[in-house]
């Protein structure tokens, strides 16, 4: 289904909270999202332990400089580095083909500024997780919860 790049942002953003993620690093996600070839992700980008290690890993080679080596999808990563490119400067992502990545100092400046993508397409197995993820945020269809004021109710009836 294609998607523009807002509502493949917001639903990953959903998806990550859903899925446990602390508000931050969600956000973070989906500012890299914005960045990543859809297609060429291997695994959902919300439930894995990158969401927390890919941000770390890039302070810690920002604060010492030293090489970091860590599990990740490599178009997840390629994603936060082009995102976050102007804060942390310029690193290269060396994808090692057995589950790790490692991000350095990249001597040269990038050749160009990187811009989000925009309109993509994401494949229906990929979008169906992300929906039910993001389902986890919503409050259950209860009498209770809307006496507890879930819900428009009669204030929102423009």
Known sequence: MEMSANEIEMLVLKAARGG???LGLAEDLAVAIGFVD???LSRCPCDSGAV???PSALDRLVTDGTAQKLRAD???VAGYVAAFS???GTVAVEDAHDGTVTMARAALPPATDPRP?????LRPDLLAHLQDMAART???ETEASRVAGAGAGLT???
């Open 38 to 40: 859809l297609e060429e």
């Open 52 to 54: 927390e290690a890919i």
């Open 138 to 140: 919503l409050v259950p």
């Open 156 to 158: 929102d009836n423009d």
């Open 117 to 121: 993508l925009g309109r993509r397409v």
């Open 86 to 88: 102007r804060q942390i």
């Open 20 to 22: 446990g993620c602390p």
């Open 74 to 76: 490599p178009a997840l």
